[in-house]
């Protein structure tokens, strides 16, 4: 906001170079940190390629027996696998269930393996 203040088309107020100024950095010192950490070596090897990366929209075929509530749920409930669309991914922290799909047979969030 600070700097896009200066540039007419922000509100004013800190964002956290009071924060940074503790450590001797700036916000520069902080960009170039994350551009860093987002920029793989060159000399990486490329990821391999594993399973199918599933995006939303993507028809899939579910093999599971049990659907859930939300993706982080204990227990869940019975239902047949088929055929549905995948709604939904959620992978932030370490989500049981990833995947929300909805199928004639499903509509709940269901386990990584349980999709192909």
């Known amino acids: 906001h600070k700097e896009a203040h200066a540039l007419g088309y922000a509100s004013n107020h800190g964002d956290i170079d009071h924060w940074l100024k503790k450590f ?8 170039a940190d994350v551009r860093e950490l987002l920029t ?5 090897e490329p ?4 399973p199918r990366i599933f995006a939303v ?3 899939v075929q579910f093999t599971g027996k049990t659907h859930y509530t939300n993706a982080n749920a204990k227990t869940g409930k ?9 709604m939904q991914i ?3 922290g370490k ?3 990833p995947y929300l799909v909805k199928g004639s047979t499903v509509y709940g969030w269901v386990d990584e ?3 192909k």
């Open 90 to 92: 959620y992978r932030l």
């Open 78 to 86: 019975a239902c047949k696998p088929g055929k549905a669309v995948l």
């Open 24 to 31: 001797g950095m700036t916000m520069d010192d902080f960009r």
């Open 47 to 50: 990821v391999p390629s594993g």
């Open 57 to 59: 929209g993507d028809t």
């Open 113 to 115: 393996a349980d999709v």
């Open 95 to 97: 989500s049981k269930h």
């Open 40 to 44: 793989p070596p060159e000399d990486e």
